[in-house]
């Protein structure tokens, strides 16, 4: 098929830069068709394979709207050094990465990943020194080559894309973060930012402009003339983010990006980033090696070991159920109470009491089931309060309803309430706390005696007894 790579390109662009919101509806059929030129520039391609990226674009895609996982691997190997081949073979026969580099010479970097990242989603890549990382995350542009296996972005293979197609493929879908910033060092900031726009081939006016807004998003403003030695560490990481950012690319590789900051300049980057992932809705697959990192920034975590993926989760998920003992390693001395959230911690309500039941009917719930407290619940769920058996005693000899024993007054939480938080609400009460979701009805019940077990580090330490 022949077609016009750069008028695609441009086509791209335009649609991809700065279109607002409220027009998004409207240009929907433009935004596809833009995507299918794309797919089809990549086709054109020599090496775009026989089936094409359009094909699997719309094998992914039947419907043409964006994929749910804008990254699939599948079976993703990557072998360094000269026996690739033999090395595979090895390991499939099960041989260490240890056995393979004795015998072959080759190092396994990468051993059958298979990952789906989601749109819009915080994926964090954690492992030791040497896990597999970024060898991972460099596979995704081909900043390293794959040895087998098959990455869509997108849903495009990029395996099959030829060099310009990379190239193009790049340039419009991928920003990378590096840990060392990778500025130019004779460009000023506003160059260094719109370096990208430049080898697009957008005019000086427009990159600089485009440069400029990137600059200010990211808290430089002021500082577009200056060069990258006269900024600090913190700010050079900024020049870096908003370079990655001013192609409007829809997914942020990010590969310890903050590891080389100071703390405090470490945490202020990681908020700000946060805030940029709320604003943008980027996709970002971000590398780190820093648990605490991981868990402020990811919605999802992989845990890389020796070329391997052990467990994907959300951080709860992980820190509440680790794969292995390698995992648990990591979570070591982490004061889960900040990450775990009520849902996981509560449990069905013993007593569950309809408001129209009687003070007699409803002492006898609480005896059968050998508790103090119940929970009283309109005829739809919703929580009206607590009543426990004394105030229930009390009733019986006053003739009164039970509506008049109960304690409206309770203090609640809802499923995502941070357990940090629970635990102040723990430390005034002598009840149960009552789950609540948004509309008031009553999801579960927190029992006081469950939550430090559970809020207690994989070791056995409590928190305050892990060196900091
Ligand atoms: N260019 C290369 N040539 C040979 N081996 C390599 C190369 N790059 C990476 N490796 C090997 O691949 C494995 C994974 O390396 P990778 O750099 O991906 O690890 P990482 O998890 O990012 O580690 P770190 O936290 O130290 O950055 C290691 O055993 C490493 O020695
Ligand atoms: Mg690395």
């Given at each position: ?75 993703l ?5 000269p026996?690739?081949q ?43 020194s ?6 991972m ?12 296996g ?17 190239l ?15 500025l130019l060092?004779?460009r000023?900031?506003l ?6 726009l ?42 870096g983010l ?8 829809g997914?942020?590789?990010m ?11 470490r ?19 971000f ?21 391997q ?5 959300t ?8 794969a ?8 070591n ?20 009491i309809?408001?129209r ?5 409803a ?15 309109e005829k ?43 635990i ?6 002598d ?5 609540l ?16 077990d ?6 056995g ?8």
């Amino acid at each position: 098929m022949l077609f016009n790579i750069s008028a695609a390109k441009d086509t791209l662009a335009r649609i991809e830069s700065g279109l607002s919101d409220h027009l998004d509806s409207l240009f929907l059929p433009v935004r596809r068709w833009g995507r299918e030129l794309q797919v089809s520039a990549y086709a054109g391609q020599p090496g775009a394979g026989a089936d094409g990226p359009s094909k699997l674009m719309n094998d992914a895609n039947p419907e043409g709207a964006p994929p749910e996982n804008v990254i699939s691997i599948r079976g993703l190997t990557k072998i360094f050094g000269p026996k690739p081949q033999a090395a595979i073979k090895l390991q499939e026969g099960g041989a260490s990465k240890q056995q393979v580099l004795e015998r072959t010479g080759s190092v396994v970097g990468l051993k059958d990943i298979d990952l789906d990242v989601r749109e819009g989603e915080i994926f964090v890549v954690m492992g030791l020194s040497g896990s597999g990382k970024s060898t991972m995350l460099r596979c995704l542009n081909r900043l390293v080559e794959p040895t087998a296996g098959s990455i869509l972005v997108n849903g495009v293979d990029i395996r099959k894309l030829d060099d310009r197609g990379l190239l193009n493929f790049r340039r419009l879908h991928l920003g990378m973060v590096f840990q060392n910033f990778g500025l130019l060092p004779h460009r000023t900031i506003l160059d260094n930012v719109a370096y990208g726009l430049e080898v697009r081939g957008m005019p000086l006016e427009q990159r600089h402009a485009k440069a400029m807004s990137m600059i200010e998003l990211v808290g430089l403003k002021g500082y577009e003339s200056s060069l990258p030695s006269q900024l600090s560490g913190g700010m050079k990481q900024r020049v870096g983010l908003a370079r990655a950012l001013a192609n409007d690319p829809g997914i942020l590789l990010m590969d310890e990006a903050f590891s080389a900051l100071d703390p405090l300049i470490r945490r202020s980057m990681q908020d700000e980033l946060l805030d940029l992932h709320d604003k943008l809705g980027k996709t970002i697959v971000f590398v780190t090696h820093d648990l605490d990192e991981a868990l402020r920034l990811g919605d999802r975590i992989a845990i890389m070991k020796d070329g391997q993926i052990v467990q994907v989760g959300t951080p709860e998920e992980i820190l509440t159920n680790p794969a292995d003992d390698y995992v648990a390693s990591f979570l070591n001395g982490i004061d889960r109470s900040k990450v775990m959230t009520c849902e996981s911690l509560m449990r069905k309500p013993e007593v569950v009491i309809p408001l129209r039941t009687g003070p007699r009917t409803a002492l006898r719930m609480l005896d059968d089931s050998d508790q103090v407290t119940g929970f009283v619940v309109e005829k739809d769920k919703r929580f009206i309060g607590l009543v426990k058996a004394e105030d229930l005693l009390k009733a019986l000899e006053r003739s009164s309803p039970l509506s008049e024993a109960v304690r409206a007054d309770v203090l609640t939480v809802t499923p995502g309430t941070m357990v940090e938080d629970l635990i102040t609400i723990l430390v005034e009460t002598d009840y149960p706390i009552p789950v609540l979701d948004d509309g008031g009805m009553l999801m579960g019940v927190i029992y006081p005696g469950s939550v430090m077990d559970k809020v207690r580090p994989a070791n056995g330490n409590t928190p305050e007894e892990v060196p900091a």
